[in-house]
């Protein structure tokens, strides 16, 4: 029963900070254009690069990737390059978040939490 009124007081604070939440909030979607992170595949055959507002900023492919002509093969590696950079981006945004997080005095959020606004 008290845990009930814990967390009815943890509410409240939010509620009291909301404000300022909204305010980091803008700053952090603003921070995300800013993070980039790059996957490469084929021993940088294809290169991607990645915000972290996951839109994709770039792909290269070497001459030797287009040499081969090998439609499958270059499928495969833009699959893994592709992959490899969201995930290094997913990683940087939740570290981002979990220092946002701190900064507001808010618990560590959990895994694959997404405040509201943040995408």
């Known amino acids: 029963m008290f845990d009930m009124f ?5 509410l409240a604070g939010l509620m009291r900070n909301l404000p300022n ?3 980091e909030i803008a700053r952090m979607k603003e921070r ?22 996951m839109e994709m900023l770039s792909v290269t492919l070497s001459e030797e990737a287009l040499k081969g002509n090998d ?24 570290a981002e978040t979990q220092s946002m997080a701190a900064n507001l005095g ?14």
């Open 106 to 119: 808010l618990p560590a959020l959990p895994p694959g939490f997404n405040l509201p606004g943040m995408g």
């Open 6 to 10: 814990k967390n009815m007081g943890q």
């Open 32 to 53: 995300l254009g800013l993070i980039t992170a790059e996957g490469d595949a084929g021993a940088g055959m294809v290169k991607v690069r990645f915000n972290g507002k």
């Open 21 to 23: 939440i909204q305010k």
């Open 71 to 94: 439609r499958e093969m270059l499928e495969t590696l833009i699959k893994a390059a592709v992959n490899q950079a969201l995930a290094k981006a997913q990683e940087a945004v939740a």
